[in-house]
């Protein structure tokens, strides 16, 4: 299963790429438009973690879940907010778009599996979700973001966001 969700992370990263031949890459969005990915990112996150707390019984990755409920959700308000104070809305773009499609298919996955399969499943998807995320964050968004307050703001989540990492790797070593 490592293997998997290495190859899904690769697969965000290709689609990424090659969706840059038909759109922009991601370090040319704007900051509405990152605004947007990240927005989407989050809540796709709290759809898995929502599935989680309905699919399993295992309590760590039902904590994890909760987790990921309340720092996600915590950081799409705050983002909100700071996009309103800004008078500014959240653009959609090929990569929202992409990320979007790419989680019904991941969550249709977890949607079938039960028990010790789900949990595996839903660790690793969480580790290769917050890679892929936390790059794309850390290497193309912050550096690209031109207001302060927007770039501040991904900073600090980009910390959350790697402390998750970690817990999720933690996670997918114990239930090996």
Same mark, same amino acid.
């Given at each position: 299963?490592?293997?998997? *969700?290495?190859?899904?992370? $690769? +697969?965000? /990263?290709?689609?990424?790429?090659?969706?840059?031949? =038909?759109? &922009? %890459?991601? !370090? #040319?969005?704007?900051?509405?438009?990152?605004?947007?990915?990240?927005?989407?990112?989050?809540?796709i996150d709290i759809r898995y973690a929502h599935l989680a707390m309905a699919i399993s019984d295992n309590a760590a990755v039902r904590e994890f879940a909760e987790t990921m409920i309340r720092d996600?959700?915590?950081?799409?308000?705050?983002?909100? *907010?700071?996009?309103?104070? $800004? +008078?500014? /809305?959240?653009?959609?773009?090929?990569?929202?778009? =992409?990320? &979007? %499609?790419? !989680? #019904?298919?991941?969550?249709?996955?977890?949607?079938?599996?039960?028990?010790?399969a789900f949990d595996k499943r839903y660790a690793e998807n969480e580790l290769a979700y917050h890679k892929a995320?936390?790059?794309?964050?850390?290497?193309?968004?912050?550096?690209?973001?031109?207001?302060?307050?927007?770039?501040?703001?991904?900073?600090?989540?980009?910390?959350?966001?790697?402390?998750?990492?970690?817990?999720?790797?933690?996670?997918?070593?114990?239930? &090996?």
């Amino acid at each position: 299963m490592k293997i998997r *969700a290495v190859i899904m992370a $690769l +697969g965000l /990263a290709i689609m990424t790429h090659s969706a840059t031949a =038909n759109a &922009q %890459s991601p !370090a #040319e969005l704007n900051d509405t438009e990152i605004a947007h990915v990240a927005y989407v990112a989050d809540n796709i996150d709290i759809r898995y973690a929502h599935l989680a707390m309905a699919i399993s019984d295992n309590a760590a990755v039902r904590e994890f879940a909760e987790t990921m409920i309340r720092d996600h959700t915590a950081v799409n308000e705050q983002a909100l *907010a700071l996009l309103e104070k $800004l +008078g500014a /809305a959240p653009q959609d773009n090929f990569l929202s778009q =992409n990320l &979007q %499609s790419n !989680a #019904e298919t991941i969550i249709d996955e977890l949607s079938a599996l039960r028990g010790a399969a789900f949990d595996k499943r839903y660790a690793e998807n969480e580790l290769a979700y917050h890679k892929a995320v936390n790059d794309l964050v850390e290497n193309a968004f912050i550096p690209n973001i031109e207001n302060a307050e927007v770039k501040a703001l991904f900073e600090a989540g980009l910390q959350i966001f790697k402390a998750h990492e970690h817990h999720a790797s933690m996670m997918v070593q114990s239930l &090996q």
